[in-house]
């Protein structure tokens, strides 16, 4: 069964790593700010040291990235690991990390291309991780009830549960930081979530998986990913995948979804949840909803799609390889989540 790690706690130290790209300069205005506003919630926060590294989308080499992550993992002292964002170029890790070196469960969140991170992880050791914001998010203020949501996800214990409904705003467009102003979230768009058959009522549960589509398609037929053996695991409690896009087209994400069934990974799936897509483009006539629907609707699954996860704020926090309820009643969502 799934492994979970110790809860985060008040005090504990939260170690901040750049798996991807680093921080550039013009953003350390809001990394400083997240460092204040999570040290007013009562955490400590230490950066590995390439973290404001930043040389062709890459915080340092690929073998670095890796040694700062398993050395961070291995602190003891370290008990959350929050990635400070996402970036391309994440995959270049994975052969120089050694999952059987990574022991002891311990809490990582993130989304974009912390995915290509947390979903071989999980995979691979059986740990839990978190699908929620990256450290930089931290820097909004104030600080957004959905981070808040994913620092109360870190604290949970095995054998608690934690539900999320939907939210009834979400951000559009994204927002610039400067050196004098510190902005909120532009909540300004009303959210809806929908049902790919046009269904007003859907329930479905089991073991939930995903990532970002954009770039864990890019491990698919590598020796990173065993979904077979997770999928194998959980056959009887059945799978829920989730996945959400960025700079991905109509084409781009059918391509995507096709190519993901044909793989087999949606066997034995018992619903899918499509988060809101950023940097989106109808490709002449080819819609979003085609894109889904001629990808998805031969495998007679519940889909719902817009849902507050991935890049347009605020997003649920989504626990990988959690047992999960899903209930979607007239364009509104809640996600149950099991620590079992």
Known sequence: MTVYPLPLQQGDLIGVTSPSSGVTSEYEWQLQNAVSQ???????????K????????????????????????NNSQVKAIIPSGGGEFLMEILPY?????????????????????????????????????????????????????????LNLKKDEH????????FQ????????????????????????LEKKEY??????????????????IGTPFLPIRDFIEKYKQEGIIWYFDSCDM??????????????????????????????????????????ALSDALSSLDVPVIYDVDIGHKP?????????YTKVEFVKGEGLIKQFLI
Do not use: H
């Open 50 to 73: 390439s973290v404001r590294g930043n040389n062709k989308l890459r915080s340092t080499t690929a073998r670095e990235r890796a040694i700062e992550f398993t050395q961070l993992y």
């Open 162 to 169: 934690f539900s999320q409904k939907s939210y009834s705003l």
């Open 249 to 290: 087209n109509a084409a781009d994400i059918y391509r995507t979804l096709w190519q993901m069934k044909y793989n087999g990974w949606f066997q034995f799936c018992q619903g899918i949840l499509i988060g809101r897509p950023e940097g989106y483009s109808d490709v002449f006539d080819f819609t979003f909803f085609d």
């Open 97 to 153: 990390l050694n999952f059987k070196e990574l022991i002891e469960p311990k809490w990582i969140l993130g989304y974009s291309d912390i995915s290509t991170l947390l979903l071989p992880f999980t995979l691979n050791t059986g740990f839990a991780s978190v699908s929620g914001p990256v450290f930089m998010d931290f820097g909004y203020t104030p600080v957004d009830r959905s981070l808040m949501n994913a620092l109360k996800v």
């Open 314 to 322: 605020p997003q649920m926090s989504i626990i990988n390889g959690c």
């Open 38 to 48: 999570l040290s007013e919630l009562g955490y400590e926060v230490t950066f590995t």
């Open 202 to 219: 859907l329930t479905f549960e089991g073991r939930i998986i995903g990532g970002c589509m954009d770039t864990v398609c890019k491990l």
């Open 172 to 195: 559009n467009n994204r927002i610039n930081f400067n050196n004098t102003d510190i902005p909120m979230l532009n909540l300004t768009e009303s959210v809806l979530w929908k049902s």
